[in-house]
């Protein structure tokens, strides 16, 4: 079977600026990843020996001088030894453990040193998905045309209602193709009039350098799940916000705080960190409420919420963010990030609702194991080990 992920940067961008901050904190963690399928789908026999020859193939991925070219100009705030490093980056099958019941559920984990299994997650969650939607028919099905103008009617409708808005969908694809015309969709809708909104890009890096458009994306929750194992719950958002800005000097400044709810990242936001970073990302809970407390936050430190960013990214439709800018109304400045509703929303076809986060940590190979969760401001979202995610929560009073 053809080989689905091609590009080495058919990637989101946080994969690579997060990859660079393990090299720089954590040179010899070792972790372990576990897939999960929130829909408990039951795959075809015979999928988990399709999904290996996708990973197997990974192995003849690698990064070009284009790439590189393109990466040194626009994330320019990593330095020119990090590419040095991808130009050695190889990815690994064997670090990828997949099998199948009998009912059909996939077991996937990966394991192995952290700066190389970080790579992983969007070629196994875009493979499985594009891979899901080929076997079930749904390509023979797919109307380019049509799917095209719906693009398009999603692009006027963002647009006209003012939202700042950017691609956020490559795990959860119907397929590399469409998401390639929806990004392209967007930057020719975006570019043909002047629009109230903003098209801020994509967070793919191989489209956003194929369609010139900016490159979107900071850093994700398995920083702050891996942190907890290393300094506790209550200290572990502020060590990684510290880190965070440490190694990037102040640039990619978008905070994603929800990791361990938001009680636990509100009680220790210091002042400094506040003003270091331009803004937070909203990826669960309701966004009204974390809205208002973000708010209140930045207003008890004395900072005017007004110059603050937040970027909406928890499942959005179009529908829902635009009555999520409506509640904001100006008090601060609200961008968003939508994903499956764009690359997946396809007529007759039901998108795939699978995750792939970090389970297991260890600072070195010297070192004891410990399970690293995610608690969320979701009940749905809570990721990990039952037992320790329970306790956590009792200790944080939730």
């Given amino acids: ?227 907890e194992i290393v300094s506790g719950i209550f200290e572990c958002n502020f060590n990684v916000m510290k880190k965070f800005s440490d190694v990037f000097d102040g640039d990619n400044g978008i905070y994603l705080y929800d990791c361990f709810g938001d009680k636990v990242f509100f009680s220790n936001l210091s002042k400094r960190m506040a003003m270091m970073y331009k803004g937070l990302r909203v990826d669960s809970g309701s966004e009204e409420d974390q809205t208002e407390k973000i708010i209140a936050k930045y207003k008890s430190l004395g900072i005017d919420p007004a110059t603050k960013q937040v970027v909406y990214s928890n499942g959005l439709n179009i529908e829902r963010a635009i009555e999520i800018h409506k509640y904001v109304a100006g008090r601060m400045q609200d961008s968003y990030g939508v994903g499956t509703f764009l690359t997946c929303d396809v007529k007759g076809c039901r998108p795939m609702n699978i995750v792939v986060k970090l389970t297991k940590g260890r600072i070195t190979e010297l070192r004891e194991w410990h399970d690293c969760v995610k608690l969320s401001c979701d009940k749905g979202k809570t990721l990990g080990n039952p037992d320790k995610c329970n306790y956590l929560l009792s200790v944080i009073g939730e």
Avoid at 17 to 35: G, T
Wanted: glycine share 6%.
């Fill in 1 to 227: 079977m053809r080989q689905i992920v091609t590009h080495f940067t058919d990637n989101d961008l946080y994969t690579f600026s997060c990859q660079y901050y393990i090299l720089r904190q954590y040179p010899r963690a070792e972790v372990e990843y576990s897939f999960r399928d929130r829909n408990g789908t039951r795959y075809p026999k015979g999928f988990d020996k399709l999904l290996q020859e996708q990973i197997n193939g990974m192995a003849n991925v690698v990064v070009t001088q284009e790439e590189l070219d393109y990466m040194r100009v626009n994330c320019y705030y990593l330095p020119l030894w990090y590419f040095t490093f991808l130009k050695g980056y190889r990815f690994n099958p064997a670090e990828v453990s997949i099998c199948q019941d009998e009912e059909g559920h996939l077991e996937i984990s990966v394991h192995g040193k952290w700066f190389s299994t970080i790579m992983w997650e969007m070629p196994i969650l875009s493979s499985i998905s594009e891979l899901m939607h080929e076997l079930l028919g749904d390509k023979e099905s797919y109307d380019a045309a049509l799917e095209e103008q719906r693009a398009r009617d999603k692009a006027v409708q963002i647009f006209e209602n003012g939202l700042t808005f950017g691609d956020m969908g490559t795990r959860r694809r119907f397929s590399f193709d469409h998401q390639d015309m929806v990004v392209r969709v967007m930057k020719e809708v975006y570019n043909s009039r002047q629009w109230p909104g903003i098209f801020t890009g994509t967070s793919n890096v191989w489209l956003a350098m194929k369609h010139g458009v900016k490159c979107l994306g900071t850093m994700s929750h398995q920083l702050i799940s891996f942190e």
